[in-house]
């Protein structure tokens, strides 16, 4: 699937799409949900990460940006 049609489904602009890919802006959730309903994924293997609740003072690592 292309950027663009991607973005269209998810009622964005191909830039805007781009920034999130490329880190230059925060992706709302009710956008990370469309992602994941658009490319059939769940949110943990688009997040590539598991989604657990963090305790008090807890952060997640990094999440890893393998080519």
Request: glycine share 4%; aromatic share 2%.
């Amino acid at each position: 699937m292309s950027q663009a049609t991607l973005a269209d489904l998810t009622a964005i602009t191909q830039s805007t799409l781009s920034n999130y890919e490329n880190g230059k802006r925060d992706l709302p959730v009710s956008t990370l949900l469309k992602l994941a309903e658009h490319l059939d994924v769940d949110l943990e293997d688009l997040a590539g990460r598991p989604m657990r609740p963090r305790r008090r003072g807890e952060s997640h690592p990094p999440v890893s940006r393998s080519a």
